[in-house]
């Protein structure tokens, strides 16, 4: 079972994994030293759905690499950048937590398209605790009916020793946001500096792995020579961009059902402006709790009164389907507990008064009331957004959403999908993830080009279902079943502390 926080992202711990250092970042805003990447235009691919793999605790998608294709199943991740597929050198090198038998990728006189310099960069990334070594090439790379040639952006996993990872993993495939300039990077990596140790990981990364255990792989020199000795050099460039792709959508189903990733998806009907440099991000104007189908109450934070001056919004959102749950600064998670336990009456009139713990206790013995009202009867978190021209969006996330249930011999056990992660910024304050909750209420649209995102409530309908209209609204009320139902594979959401 892979506990997947993946990728996420969060943490700028793409821009640390690339290598920069503090120092490097410093150096490289004074001169400009990335591209700012031109916008796609005219596009030309064509629009196609890629059914998603529901995994419980991710999603994957068909990721075919080559020529003729070898094809993988790798995690959709709408938070790291990179196309990663795990390489038959891993498999075939003891201590790098790739097993023989594992599903991997080999270039060497099996694609036709497949470029590989003699002394070949190795990369390391790392994601949360987590550091994995890829080998840079260049291939083709498909998904659903898009293709496109990916000059050095093919990252061949060498080495997984660290990550918390199942057998089967096969690769990541990142669609993240297009990086616009490198102030971006510079000060995003910077905030990280400061929060979360990540400079304790660039070293780690720097002195443990690959290179360490393998030094046939990495000559002198060879190792994280992009990321330290060519930092002129444009990031890397994503797979949705190399494939001229301009907007995308996603969305996922419960109890074992696939998702959907379609492909050149036609302009949102409301659009929200994406205000993210590393990741795609909305502004985030006040969470608040109210009852399912009701209006939000008050915001508990992230109101426009907690906008200190110079900021660009209160709060962020990271819309990142690479991450299971939804997590928070500690002390907001706990207070929207704590709220979410006032406004639910089975949990308020608890004696001693509501609280975060207890509301996770009450969920956790659900099967005691769960045959009563259902997870109805749980509060919902209704979050606000900046959608442009100074106008606020409100959208619902009912507890169908982010309460996982188990049935385990026929008893129920519940518990919020929420999670604690320390993640502030300047413009933005404190960083919100909404992982995949987010995904099984909304489809959640990206636009790389017009740097917008979308919510749209809405059925996930899976690719087969390939009607012009990909969305079908829900009427009004419609109850939706619980995430996990009995007889289906029982899944742990994934737990914060343990990252990809
Ligand atoms: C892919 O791009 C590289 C340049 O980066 C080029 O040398 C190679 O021929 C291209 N491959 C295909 C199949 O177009
Ligand atoms: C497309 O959707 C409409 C409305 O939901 C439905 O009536 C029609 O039968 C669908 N067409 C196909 C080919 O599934």
Request: charged letters at 15%.
């Amino acid at each position: 079972m892979w506990r997947w926080h993946v990728c996420c992202a969060v943490l700028a711990s793409m821009t640390l994994a690339r290598g920069w250092t503090p120092d490097e970042c410093t150096k490289s805003t004074s001169s400009s030293m990335f591209q700012v990447r031109s916008s796609i235009s005219n596009s030309k691919a064509s629009p196609t759905c890629a059914p998603l793999k529901n995994e419980g605790t991710y999603f994957t998608v068909e990721t075919c690499v080559g020529t003729p294709p070898q094809c993988f199943d790798t995690v959709a991740d709408t938070g790291s950048d990179n196309v990663i597929v795990s390489s038959c050198v891993c498999n075939e090198l003891a201590g790098t937590g790739c097993g023989l038998h594992d599903k991997c990728f080999r270039g060497t006189s099996k694609s036709s398209t497949f470029l590989i310099s003699e002394q070949p960069i190795i990369e390391s990334i790392t994601f949360g605790s987590g550091t994995v070594d890829t080998a840079v090439a260049t291939d083709m790379v498909s998904v659903g009916s898009a293709t496109a040639n990916m000059s050095e952006g093919v990252l061949l996993l060498l080495n997984r020793a660290e990550l918390d990872v199942s057998a089967d993993f096969q690769g990541i495939l990142g669609l993240g946001v297009p990086k616009r300039s490198a102030a971006a990077y510079t000060s995003s990596a910077v905030v990280m500096e400061q929060t979360s140790g990540g400079s304790d990981e660039v070293s780690r990364a720097l002195s443990s792995g690959t290179c360490m255990l393998f030094p046939q792989l990495c000559k002198e020199g060879a190792r994280h020579s992009r990321a330290l000795g060519a930092t002129e050099e444009a990031p890397s460039e994503l797979f949705l961009e190399a494939a001229q792709i301009q907007r995308f959508s996603m969305c996922f189903q419960d109890s074992a059902q696939p998702g959907a990733l379609r492909l050149q998806v036609p302009p949102f009907r409301e659009p929200i402006p994406q205000i993210g440099q590393l990741h795609w991000g909305v502004s985030f104007m006040g969470l608040s709790v109210g009852l399912r189908g009701g209006s939000a109450g008050s915001a508990l934070f992230c109101g426009p009164g907690s906008m200190a001056e110079g900021m660009q919004s209160p709060c962020g959102i990271i819309p990142d389907s690479g991450t299971t749950l939804i997590t928070g600064p500690p002390h907001q998670v706990s207070m929207l507990q704590a709220e979410l336990c006032k406004e639910w009456p089975r949990c308020n009139r608890l004696s001693g008064g509501p609280s975060s713990a207890k509301f996770e206790d009450l969920l956790l013995q659900c099967s005691t009331w769960i045959s009563e009202g259902g997870l109805d009867e749980i509060p919902s978190i209704f979050f606000q957004v900046g959608a442009g021209d100074g106008k606020v969006k409100t959208f619902e996330l009912t507890s169908w959403a982010w309460v996982t249930l188990e049935i385990i011999d026929g008893q129920s056990f519940c518990s919020p999908g929420f999670g604690s992660m320390d993640y502030y910024t300047g413009e933005n304050g404190p960083v919100w993830i909404f992982g995949m909750p987010l995904f099984f209420e909304y489809t959640v649209g990206f636009d790389l080009n017009a740097n917008e995102v979308s919510f749209e409530k809405s059925a996930c309908n899976p690719c087969e279902d390939n009607n012009a209209s990909t969305f079908v609204t829900l009427p009004q009320g419609t109850r939706r079943q619980p995430r996990r139902g009995k007889g289906q594979r029982v899944v742990r959401p994934m737990d914060v502390s343990l990252p990809l």
